[in-house]
């Protein structure tokens, strides 16, 4: 892409103090973010997903801290902001976010439509009456039918899907150009994930908004992404459009992941899992945090960090599978299977 990102993160590094030892749970993470644009960042739970994200919005637990890098947005640098008082021209204005658990994003003592209310009152400055209209607005906009009856109930008269709505439109009330969506839909059954996956893209579309989704499903990845970064212990090991991800990925993490997916076993065959487990991320990181769990790791994944290598100008690996001095290393035989099942279909 040529344009200019709407977000950029350069080499970010993220601490956490747990009982006197720090914790360096995102190592030099580096990430552009395009306007309009559906970005997946994908990998297992604690690979960082979160805690990066959280970063852009300030919402990083007290213990933790951003000790390296720098997070550009608007001509500003958000990772140097420090006080709660920098954020709130960002945080909901402009960065927003929706969270994979609504009971506990929700106030279960206060009314939804009041809860909507406040974000707009709180981030547009628009008050009272007219406030209250564009709560209303809102509650129709994501689907809650009877917006005025409902306006007046809790949390609790809700179903799951409907709650998660209440969320989307709290974080969307204030049209914010960038939409962070945390796990949306993991609580949820088959259904009421499609039709929260489509509701949030009919509100980017409507609202002209950036949305990245934090998600372990690659099933989502594929109906929503336009791009993807997949993650393992810190850092983004892999990123490029949703085809190039699917069809053509080179990072060992990647093509395990990919490996798990169940449409992708073979009739009579046990279904691919990752072995291991990943490292502890107290401890210093030798070469390819991947390695120990990677069967065809090379001798250097254990010695050195692999740089990023470029597959194509929109698709980049971080992997010595990639070094022109490295032994041909096939795909696995899942890969090929995407592939031709695309080709296919082409």
Known sequence: MTKEPILSAKDVE??????????????????DLYE??????????????????????????????????????????LAKYKKEKD???????????????PMTSLNPLKKVGKQIQESIELNQGIKGAEAKKMALEM??????????KRYNQYPHEFSGGMRQRVVIAIAAACHPDILICDEPTT???VTIQAQILNLIRDLQKELKMTVIYITHDLGVVANVADRVAVM???????????????????HPYTWALLSSLPQLGVKGEPLPTIEGTP?????????DA???????????????????????????AKTWYLDPRAPKIEQPEAIKRLRASMEGRG
């Open 14 to 31: 993220i601490q956490f103090s747990l009982r006197g030892r720090k914790l360096t749970a995102i190592r030099r993470c580096s990430l």
């Open 36 to 77: 309009g644009e559906t970005l997946a960042i994908v990998g297992e739970s604690g690979s960082g997903k979160s805690v990066f994200t959280k970063s852009f919005l300030g919402m990083l637990d007290s213990n933790g801290s951003i000790t390296h890098g720098s997070i550009m947005y608007d001509g500003k640098d």
């Open 87 to 101: 954020w709130r021209t960002i945080r909901g204005k402009k960065i927003s976010m929706v969270m994979q658990d």
């Open 139 to 148: 509650l129709e906009k994501v689907g809650i039918p009877f917006p005025e």
């Open 187 to 189: 609580a949820l059954d």
């Open 232 to 250: 393992y212990a810190g850092q983004i090991v892999e990123y490029g459009t949703v085809n190039e991800i699917f069809y053509d990925a080179w």
């Open 279 to 287: 490292p502890n991320l107290f401890n210093k990181i030798q070469g």
């Open 290 to 316: 991947f390695a120990p769990r990677n069967k065809k790791a090379l001798a250097i994944d254990f010695e050195e960090e692999p740089p990023f290598f470029e597959i194509t100008p929109t698709h980049k």
